[in-house]
């Protein structure tokens, strides 16, 4: 028996490196894997490998990551799990110095926005079905992993620091997480 049996997993950017491996690695534990990328070829080759879905997908463009969830849904009929994974780290993105404000703007909307519009939209669909691969603190790390990206002490609303066995995350009765009130 695998850990994810039968657990429907959305895993961004994996038609290479990281994502790539996750997927093999969760379909080799029962998932139903969708890879879910922007390299069709790739991605409709890994599929095919794992009996799972690929799905085109800009994650940094909020119609497409929609219609990802739509088509998702429309396949699987929910989903367990959501890997934000998909990134970049373009060569015109090396240095404050020479950076341009094209780079960064692309960066941030391919590795930043991205979770934001994935988390967003795909949490609903997490808590439908009882909220997530029953480990809440993965999704969590994820997203402790933007805000010490980004610098911004409340983006998701979590501070970067302490080790995730030390995080405090805070909690409303329901255990659905809140932004933290500013200052
Ligand atoms: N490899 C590392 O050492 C390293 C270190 C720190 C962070 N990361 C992060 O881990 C993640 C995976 O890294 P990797 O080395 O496997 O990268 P990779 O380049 O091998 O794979 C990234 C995948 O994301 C896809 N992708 C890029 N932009 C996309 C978009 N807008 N919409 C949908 N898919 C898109 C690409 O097609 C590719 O398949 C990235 O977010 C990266 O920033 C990697």
Same mark, same amino acid.
């Not at 290479?16 to 922007?38: M, N």
């Given at each position: ?131 997530? +691969? &029953? %480990? *809440?603190?993965?999704?969590?790390? #994820?997203?402790?992993?933007? !805000?010490? =990206? +980004? &610098? %911004? *002490?409340?983006?998701?609303?979590? #501070?970067?620091?302490?080790? !995730?066995? =030390? ?17």
């Amino acid at each position: 028996m695998g850990r994810l049996d039968n657990k429907v997993a959305i895993i961004t950017g994996a038609a290479s490196g990281i994502g790539l491996a996750t997927a093999r690695r969760f379909a080799g534990e029962g998932a139903k894997v969708v890879v879910a990328d922007l390299a069709e070829s790739e991605g409709t080759e890994l599929a095919n490998e794992l009996g799972g879905t690929y799905v085109n997908v800009n994650v940094a463009d909020e119609a497409s990551v929609q219609a990802m969830y739509a088509k998702v849904i429309g396949v699987y009929g929910g989903i367990d799990v959501l890997f934000n994974n998909a990134g970049i780290s373009p060569a015109d993105d090396d240095s404050i110095l020479t950076t341009g404000l094209d780079a960064w703007r692309r960066v941030q909307d391919v590795n930043l926005t991205s979770v934001y519009l994935c988390c967003k939209y795909g949490i609903p669909h997490l808590l439908e079905r009882g909220g997530g +691969s &029953g %480990d *809440r603190a993965k999704l969590l790390r #994820r997203q402790g992993q933007v !805000a010490e =990206r +980004s &610098g %911004d *002490r409340n983006v998701m609303g979590f #501070r970067p620091s302490p080790p !995730a066995s =030390r995080r405090q995350i805070p909690r409303d009765p329901s255990g659905e997480v809140r932004r933290p009130r500013a200052p």
